[in-house]
C-alpha cells in the first residue's frame, strides 16, 4: 500500500511539473475513452443487444436492385411490394418511407419529419401505441390528388412519436381526436407511440427513422 501511496506522489508532482503535456495526455485520454465508449454503445445496440421487437429473429429487410446497374439496396416500387405480400413468402411484409412535410393547425406550423406505414407495420414490429390506436387498413386506402380530383382527401390518421408529443402538445392526455393539417391535408391524432420505441434501420436505408409522427402511406398501386 504504502510503495502505491509513493507511485501516486511521483506521478502528480511530474505531471505538476509539466502542465502542458499533462493537458494534452488527459484531453488525448479523454478523447480516446469518449471514441470508444460512443463505438461500443453503437456496436451493442446494433450487433450485441437483440432488436426491441417482438421475435427479432424472424424479422429481415427485404431490398431490390437495379442488376444493370450493379445497385443493390434500392427502394421497391409499389408494385413490387404489393406482389411480395400477395406472393405468400412473407408471414406479413410492411413498408415504410419517410419525408419532411408541414403540420398546420392547433395554433402554430411546424416542418415535422413524417413516416409514412403501410397500416401492418407496427404489427409487424409487434409494437402498439402506448396511447390510443394503431392505423388501420381504413387509414391507409389509397388516394391519389393528381387522378382522384373530384374528392376531397380523406382525413389522415396520425400518430405521435412520444418526444413530439412532450416537445408539441407538452404530453397532454386530451390530445386524441384533435385535428390539424398535414401537408395541406386534413388529419387526426389517434395515437402516441411509447416513449422507448425506436425505429432501428441500417444507414443503408438512407431514410429519416427518427421522425415526429407516422402516418398512413396510402400506396397507390
Known sequence: M??????????VRTMLRSPAFTTVAVATLALGIG???????????VLLAPLPYEDPDQLTIVWGELRNRNITHFPHSPTDFRDMQESGIFSDLGAFFSFGVSLTGDGRADQVDAGFITSN????LGVKPFMGRNLTLADDTPFNPLTDTTSAPPTS??????GYWQ???????????????????????VGVMPEDFTLLLPPTVRAETDVDLWGPARLDY
Open 167 to 189: 416537445r408539441r402538445f407538452g404530453g397532454d392526455p386530451d390530445v386524441l381526436g384533435r385535428a390539424l393539417q398535414l401537408g395541406g391535408g386534413p388529419a387526426e391524432i
Open 35 to 45: 471514441a470508444n465508449t460512443a463505438i461500443f454503445s453503437v456496436v451493442r445496440a
Open 157 to 162: 390518421a396520425v400518430i405521435l412519436s412520444y
Open 121 to 124: 407495420f407496427f404489427d409487424v
Open 2 to 11: 504504502y510503495t502505491w501511496f509513493r507511485d501516486i506522489q511521483y506521478a
